[in-house]
Structures are given as structure tokens and as C-alpha cells.
T-cell receptor
């Protein structure tokens, strides 16, 4: 599985959009980009995933660059409850194991 | 409500003791996973099971054992051979065709006395 690079921490003002970047320059053609988040002392929560098209759901939007070497998770109106560690993961569905490789992630602090 | 439950929330282990962490899901998922998380670190895969009565080692299986006798249950035993068991243990499950979309339980924090 390809490796991802994320900034260790970011701040965001409450009510503003939070844009979390992720680099995955060695991603291969059949690998998806997944985003999870983990609120302190809880289990991770699935947010969204995509292959090459931009995706949106009730939680967030995922923007993947055309060359697929980077992506951005967008929380359109961040709230204090969005304070968490956000993990960007690339994984191939053809691997048949479901193994997710969690790196260090980005700690997002939403401030009032 | 559908979901994954883990018990207990906190568990204390004495030296040389085996302890078992419970994980139950009512999501009708085929696949289940156990991860370990150390402070300030990401998750690491211990064991996974794609179907009842079958399971595979993950990246850090030494000192751990699992069973999958029922679809809903995937207990993890931390044996005395695991020399550094203090960690946060997370169980997850997923559908067969969407293995990377995993639903996690609330976790069990294991501490050594």
C-alpha cells in the first residue's frame, strides 16, 4: 500500500471550512483514498473515500487531484465536535484483506 | 441500534495472566479486525477474519490469539507471551465487498498491574 503524508496539526475557526491535505504521490491505479477520524479515546470513524472523482457525503467532501497524487478533505462548516485526528489512507480493494495502514494523521483543533 | 460493542472498557492484567477482550457486532458483517493503538500512534493490525472459522495474522500477531466461532463475535486473547500489552485495543468490522470501509467499536484500554 502507498504511503501518505499529512501535516501533524492544523487549527480551524468554528464555522469555517477545514481543509485537510494529504499527499500520496506513490498511489497506484487501483488504490482508493480513504479518510477516517478519531476523536480522543474513541474508535475511528469512517468519513469518506474515493478513487479519482470528487466525492461528497453528509459529513465531508473529498477532492482528489487529477494526477491522484494528493487529496483534500473538506469539512464545510467545522464545529467543536470535529476536533479529532484525521487519517488519510490509501488502500487497494483488490488486496482482499481490508488491511488499513494508519499513519500519524493530522490533529485538527477547531477553536471557538 | 446496529453497531459494534467491546467489553470491558478498561481491563487490568497481572504478570503472566491471559486476558480476553470481547468484540460483538450486529451489523451482519462478514469481516472483523483487531487493531492495537499505542499513545500518539496510528493503529496496527493484530488479526483479521474474513469468514467464520477462519482468521489470519496481521502485522503484530505475536502474543495474541483469536477465534471466530460465530459471525457476530471475534474475541481477542492477550497471552502472557505479549510482553508489552498496555495499549488501546480496537475491534472493527466490514462488509465483504467493502473491506476498507470499517466500523469500529469504542475500544478497550488494557493496563498491566
Amino acid at each position: 500500500d502507498a504511503k501518505t503524508t499529512q501535516p501533524p496539526s492544523m487549527d480551524c475557526a468554528e464555522g469555517r471550512a477545514a481543509n485537510l491535505p494529504c499527499n500520496h504521490s506513490t498511489i497506484s491505479g487501483n488504490e482508493y483514498v480513504y479518510w477516517y477520524r478519531q476523536i480522543h479515546s474513541q474508535g475511528p470513524q469512517y468519513i469518506i473515500h474515493g478513487l479519482k472523482n470528487n466525492e461528497t457525503n453528509e459529513m465531508a467532501s473529498l477532492i482528489i487531484t487529477e494526477d491522484r497524487k494528493s487529496s483534500t478533505l473538506i469539512l464545510p462548516h467545522a464545529t467543536l465536535r470535529d476536533t479529532a485526528v484525521y487519517y488519510c489512507i490509501v488502500s487497494s480493494s483488490s488486496g482482499n484483506t481490508g488491511k488499513l495502514i494508519f499513519g500519524q494523521g493530522t490533529t485538527l483543533q477547531v477553536k471557538p | 441500534d446496529g453497531g459494534i460493542t467491546q467489553s470491558p472498557k478498561y481491563l487490568f492484567r497481572k504478570e503472566g495472566q491471559n486476558v480476553t477482550l470481547s468484540c460483538e457486532q450486529n451489523l451482519n458483517h462478514d469481516a472483523m479486525y483487531w487493531y492495537r493503538q499505542d499513545p500518539g500512534q496510528g493503529l496496527r493490525l493484530i488479526y483479521y477474519s474474513q469468514i467464520v472459522n477462519d482468521f489470519q495474522k496481521g502485522d503484530i500477531a505475536e502474543g495474541y490469539s483469536v477465534s471466530r466461532e460465530k459471525k457476530e463475535s471475534f474475541p481477542l486473547t492477550v497471552t502472557s507471551a505479549q510482553k508489552n500489552p498496555t495499549a488501546f485495543y480496537l475491534c472493527a468490522s466490514s462488509n465483504q465487498g467493502e473491506r476498507e470501509t470499517q466500523y469500529f467499536g469504542p475500544g478497550t484500554r488494557l493496563l498491566v498491574l
